[in-house]
């Protein structure tokens, strides 16, 4: 059973920053962001593999969200720049043995955090 652990959520003003993080409590293949805003259903915003160059930006997010993990590979961030009112999004972190280079799914991640609330202000 792997555990996650979210934190770094917050409020922030359009065009601000956040930079959420996942600490997990046993490696696994591909750690993966969704979130999932008021109305909203449930998007995959970015995933990485082993390997730093294994990663997926949703297009939604792309240029402007940065994926990233530790070397232990245990945490992985999620860098949220340039950040705008349609970002408001609870944020969970998933961890699962696959990674996909064009797309994420919720079906192939087994743990997920408890979620971070993001939230962005006009």
């Known amino acids: 059973q792997v555990q996650l652990v979210e934190s770094g959520g917050g409020a922030v003003q359009a065009g601000g920053s956040l930079r959420l993080a996942c600490i997990a409590s046993?490696?696994?293949?591909?750690m993966s962001w969704f979130r999932q805003g008021p109305g909203k259903e449930r998007e995959g915003v970015a995933a990485i593999g082993i390997t730093a160059d294994r990663t997926y930006h949703a297009d939604s997010v792309k240029g402007r969200f940065t994926i990233s993990r530790d070397k232990n590979k245990t945490t992985v961030y999620l860098q949220m720049n340039s950040l705008k009112p349609e970002d408001t999004a609870t944020y969970y972190c998933?961890?699962?043995?696959?990674?996909?280079?064009?797309?994420?799914?919720?079906?192939?991640?087994?743990?997920w955090g408890q979620g971070t609330q993001v939230t962005v202000s006009s």
């Open positions: 998933a961890a699962g043995p696959y990674w996909r280079p064009d797309s994420v799914r919720a079906t192939d991640y087994r743990y």
């Open positions: 046993l490696y696994t293949y591909s």
